[in-house]
């Protein structure tokens, strides 16, 4: 393909973005599910004040568990960017071994 180039540094580059884009929303949901702690106790101990605790944490826990498999997607995304960039610079490699091999082999 005419004009296709790969460059690996700029691969390894975004894999860094991304991990620091998941630290960035770690902290961010750490900060959160602080601040949501402090309202565990504050519905009072009456049945709607148990409800609303109650609904409170099935909302808390469906958010944290949204964000937490993003964040692990987020790590693996960057890990697969690594890894092609890995696999690009390998196949580069083997093949100007190939070609090295075929040159030597004609001669030149």
């Not at 991304?18 to 630290?23: E, I, Q, S």
């Amino acid at each position: 393909m005419a004009g296709f180039q790969i460059d690996t540094e700029s691969m390894r580059q975004a894999a860094d973005r991304l991990d620091a884009a998941k630290d960035e929303v770690q902290g961010l949901l750490d900060q959160f599910t602080g601040a949501l702690g402090q309202f565990a106790d504050a519905f009072g101990g009456d049945e709607i004040g148990m409800l609303v605790g109650i609904a409170h944490q099935a909302c808390s826990d469906a958010l944290t568990e949204c964000f937490t498999t993003n964040i692990d997607e987020l790590a693996d995304y960057a890990q697969c960017v690594r890894e092609m960039a890995d696999d690009h610079e390998a196949t580069d490699a083997e093949i100007a071994q190939i070609f090295g091999g075929l040159q030597g082999g004609l001669g030149g």
